[in-house]
């Protein structure tokens, strides 16, 4: 059952991966979820083919099997029977169960290749290595299971395996999206968000200090720099998500300013939050940056100088990955920066400048 279950399966995701491919959605779902419904219909199949192939060439019907039971169960996968042959026949054939076998196994292998194509174009789903280590044990399974129970026929008595009939004791259930987040043309995944931020508002003669504009959620502008919400936090382009005890994501401005209209001189806490701008990569980690502030020329030599006083009391710091460094606010960079001949006698001005690396070298770059 685990080979229908599969095939199964993989039909599900092959239909989510259409879905989220049609224009009003792809839109707002980012590349590497259909990525991984693709993925997952490809691996999916693959196994159905590779548990097919295997009660196929590793079982047989023995004198004390229901025939009648296992003549149903293999009828059952197919809509029609390889070369038109009964069920029975097939069953008891050890040499056409090992020739259909071996096709399965074939497009189980092509099927598991093509999952890690798919998977290979993707950057964020090279990131999962759990994700691309069972990918490969998979495709190994299948190798290692076709190496056993190849010949020299091979090649001469050729056949391509049929699909699987597809079924599954379990139900399939839809559910809805969350509407709680926001609208998704706004709070996708595709944008990036800072945490929500409380900011006390107190009109001033009925004066909030600012407009709203948009429509679900609301976008602060028009903001008087002077008004006690910006001096409390608030910034121009932030959304406002809540006002009070009062979820606002999906909110119009007249809603939005009417909720405002009703706050007293005790004011109102009202959440925010900013869109982070995407486009800005991260800052390049090179000789002359550290803790996200560039070093002078003047603080390297300083170093520079301190180093070859204490010598010994120099540490050597192991090159971590881009992503240790990434959690890192204020590491020093991993370069290491050129030393000066300590066998040079005179003082630190005297002894020849070394070369840092530039910025605009990519070889300085981290």
Not at 35 to 46: D, E, G, L, P
Not at 302 to 309: H, I, Q
């Amino acid at each position: 059952m685990c080979d229908i279950t599969s095939w199964q399966v993989s039909e599900m995701y092959d239909h989510v991966h259409q879905s989220m491919i049609q224009t009003p959605i792809k839109d707002n779902v980012p590349f590497f979820w259909s990525t991984m419904a693709q993925v997952k219909s490809s691996h999916y199949r693959s196994l159905a083919h590779y548990f097919t192939a295997t009660a196929l060439m590793d079982h047989e019907v023995n004198p004390s099997d229901d025939e009648d039971q296992q003549e149903k169960a293999f009828s059952q996968m197919y809509d029609a029977m390889p070369d038109a042959h009964p069920p029975l026949d097939i069953l008891k054939n050890t040499k056409e169960r090992q020739r259909i076998g071996k096709a399965h196994l074939r497009r189980a292998i092509l099927e598991h290749e093509e999952a890690l194509r798919i998977y290979s174009l993707c950057r964020e789903l090279r990131r999962l290595d759990i994700l691309g280590d069972i990918l490969q044990a998979t495709l190994k399974r299948s190798l290692a299971k076709f190496a056993l129970h190849e010949d020299e026929d091979e090649f001469t008595d050729y056949m391509e395996a049929p699909d699987i009939n597809s079924k599954t004791e379990q139900k399939a259930e839809m559910e809805v999206p969350g509407s709680t987040k926001g609208p998704l043309s706004v709070f996708s995944a595709k944008q990036r968000w800072t945490a929500p931020r409380t900011i006390r508002l107190r009109p001033e003669d009925r004066d909030i200090g600012f407009t709203l504009k948009g429509d679900g959620p609301v976008q602060i502008q028009s903001l008087d720099p002077l008004c006690p919400a910006a001096a409390d936090g608030l910034r121009e382009g932030d959304y406002l998500v809540g006002v009070g005890e009062v979820d606002c994501k999906w909110s119009s401005v007249t809603e939005v300013t009417r909720l405002l209209r009703d706050v007293d001189e005790s004011g109102v806490d009202i959440r925010v939050v900013s869109m982070m701008d995407t486009s800005q990569p991260l800052p390049p980690k090179s000789a002359t940056y550290c803790g996200g502030l560039p070093k002078t020329y003047s603080m390297i030599c300083l170093a520079f100088n301190d180093e070859d006083k204490n010598p010994k009391s120099r540490k050597v710091t192991k090159k971590m990955s881009f992503l240790s460094w990434g959690l890192k606010n204020k590491s020093a960079s991993t370069l290491s920066l050129p030393t000066a001949d300590h066998s040079a006698s005179g003082l630190p001005w005297q002894r020849p400048c070394p070369a840092f690396p530039s910025s605009y070298n990519d070889s300085a770059l981290y």
